[in-house]
Every structure is written in structure tokens, then in C-alpha cells.
């Protein structure tokens, strides 16, 4: 099956920046239609962050369009988040996502093993 291998959390002062990485691996052919990003605070529901799909369709949520910045390299399998400026209420769990199919015909929806953000104010 797909994995989804994550990278690049930490601990920032605010203002600062992050950029987080995932790399999807498989033993067998499979395609990827759209890699995300979502987040998940301490007793808060996981939401979309930014997502990407097709000829580089982005997009974002309203709480971080114009500081993140996510973006696909295909040769790699891979999507990254540039988090610029970045604030305490980005504190939170961040989670790769992405689907496709898996041997030609089975469709796959899978999650990385999630990053901790932490933002100090």
C-alpha cells in the first residue's frame, strides 16, 4: 500500500518559519491525484491547511492564504508547506494526506503519521 512519510515539524517563536515535507512511497505503481495538508489543534476537529492537485491547483484556508506556501515535486512523489510568519494558533499536529490509485484500480485515501508545530508567542 501507499505511505505517506512526514518531515520538518518543530518548535518556532512566532514570526518565524517552518517548511514541512512528505514523501509518498509504495512497492507497487500508483498515481496521486491531490496531496494536502491538514492540522489538528488539542481538542479540536483536524482541518485543511492547503491542498494541491493537478497542473498545481492550490488551495488554502483563509487562516493561512498568503503566509503558507504549498507545493509538488512528482518526480518525488513529494509536497511541501513553506510557513512563513507563523503564529501560536498554528500550534498543532500537521498531517499529510493524499489519494490516488494503487495498482491502477484501487483507490487509496491515506494519512501520514503527523508532525508537531509548535509556535511560542
Known amino acids: 500500500q501507499v505511505q505517506l512519510v512526514e518531515s520538518g515539524g518543530g518548535s518556532v517563536q512566532a514570526g518565524g518559519s517552518l517548511r514541512l515535507s512528505c514523501e509518498a512511497s509504495?512497492?507497487?505503481?500508483?498515481?496521486?491525484?491531490?496531496m494536502a495538508w491538514y492540522r489538528q489543534a488539542p481538542g479540536l476537529q483536524r482541518e485543511l491547511v492547503a491542498s494541491?492537485?493537478?497542473?498545481?491547483?492550490?488551495n488554502y484556508a483563509d487562516s493561512v492564504r498568503g503566509r503558507f506556501t504549498i507545493s509538488r515535486d512528482n518526480a518525488k512523489n513529494a509536497v511541501y508547506l513553506q510557513m512563513n510568519d507563523l503564529k501560536p494558533e498554528d500550534t498543532a499536529v500537521y498531517y499529510c494526506n493524499a489519494d490516488g490509485h494503487y495498482e491502477g484500480v484501487r483507490y487509496y485515501n491515506k494519512w501520514g503519521q503527523g508532525t508537531q508545530v509548535t509556535v511560542s508567542s
Open positions: 494541491i492537485r493537478g497542473g498545481n491547483i492550490t
Open positions: 509504495a512497492e507497487a505503481l500508483f498515481s496521486i491525484y491531490t
